[in-house]
């Protein structure tokens, strides 16, 4: 590894600290070194404040150090107003001489302008280290901007049997086939993607709140599929600890493809990023048609003998890991946006 990818891998790892409350921009890290030392960090505050690159900058305490520093940054800088000022505005500003670019951002109001303007100001410009890790990285804001819906995450649990419910049960709350460990886990996700899908036989079954309550973070935006509006407002779903979206005959045709329709009625809502959780149907109906990015399947402990059937996949296996009596496999679908490296 070189020391470009060195301070790329930095950019990286801080860049993390945004994971799920920089939504809808992307959660980009910035390291500023002088000296072959890092003198600043930043990553992307909460959605309506400062940039990576501008928290880099800011946290630097001799900006006089600036005009022969190298900023390293995971994202290509912004060159236009939006909550904030351009970032590349800024790292002209200080006369920054060099600026590392992991990736070029594919939003149609940077895409490239970004870099033109640096170049154009006499930075030194250098894109494309580790690259594939930066996309990957950004996965959720390039599958928004390059396929115009948001990145699907597939969730579901299954027993060793191949079951995702029992046949029967006495009471409408979920019955739970993994333990509790993997269920925190499912609430750190959905602290981290900004909505959660369900379709109405789970909501009727399982009284679900699709809240996060094992982890702290921001409850996701609740959708669910309710055709012809038989869900009740008392359902824990439609309770007040977070926003609900019903999505009825009224907005999509049922009879025809729904994963599509639904993609871009949450794209036109700004929503990047969704987590299917159920029922069957409902993953099967996404599963079926194509459109997903990555499907995360926890196999329980347990067996129903009989009950409804697991979705069927096809996809590329990525990560086996073993959480107490539980196995989480993660499967990746085929696309232009690596998944995992």
């Not at 992991?102 to 149609?108: E, I, K, L, R, T």
């Not at 930075?123 to 115009?148: A, D, P, Q, W």
């Not at 029967?168 to 509790?180: G, Q, Y």
Request: proline share 4%; glycine share 6%; hydrophobic share 35%.
């Amino acid at each position: 590894m070189n020391t470009d990818e060195i301070y790329i891998t930095r950019c990286l790892q801080i860049a993390k600290n945004g994971l799920g409350t920089t939504r809808p921009n992307p959660m980009v890290g910035a390291v500023v070194v002088f000296d072959n030392q890092i003198i600043g960090e930043g990553f992307t505050s909460i959605y309506g404040g400062n940039h990576a690159e501008v928290n880099a900058i800011n946290s630097v305490r001799d900006k006089s150090k600036l005009n022969k520093s190298t900023l390293y940054v995971t994202l290509e800088p912004c060159s236009h107003f939006g909550k904030t000022p351009p970032c590349s505005d800024l790292i002209i500003k200080h006369k920054i001489p060099k600026v590392v670019i992991g990736c070029v951002d594919d939003n149609p109001e940077v895409s490239g302008k970004g870099i033109k303007k640096l170049k154009s100001s006499g930075c030194n410009v250098i894109v494309g280290v580790l690259s594939n890790e930066c996309k990957l990285h950004h996965k959720r804001f390039f599958t928004f901007h390059n396929k115009k819906r948001p990145y699907i995450i597939l969730k579901w649990a299954e027993t060793k049997d191949g079951f995702i419910a029992p046949k029967s049960k006495n009471e409408k709350k979920p019955i739970w086939i993994t333990n509790k460990f993997s269920r925190q886990l499912v609430h750190k996700w959905r602290a981290e993607e900004q909505s959660i899908l369900v379709g109405t036989k789970t909501v009727i079954e399982d009284n679900p709140s699709l809240t996060v309550r094992d982890w702290t973070g921001e409850n996701p935006v609740r959708v669910v599929l309710d055709k012809v509006s038989k869900l009740k407002n008392e359902l824990h779903i439609f309770n007040n600890e977070a926003t609900t979206l019903k999505i009825t005959e009224c907005d999509i045709n049922f009879n025809e493809k729904i994963a599509p329709q639904v993609c871009s009625l949450l794209y036109n809502q700004n929503i990047n990023s969704i987590i299917v959780e159920g029922g069957a149907k409902t993953l099967q109906t996404f599963i079926d048609e194509n459109i997903w990015d990555e499907a995360r399947l926890f196999i329980g402990n347990s067996e129903f003998k009989e009950g409804t059937k697991a979705p069927r996949l096809k996809g590329n296996l990525t990560s086996e890991t073993k959480i107490e009596t539980d196995i989480l496999r993660i499967y990746s679908n085929n696309n232009d946006i690596p998944n995992h490296v």
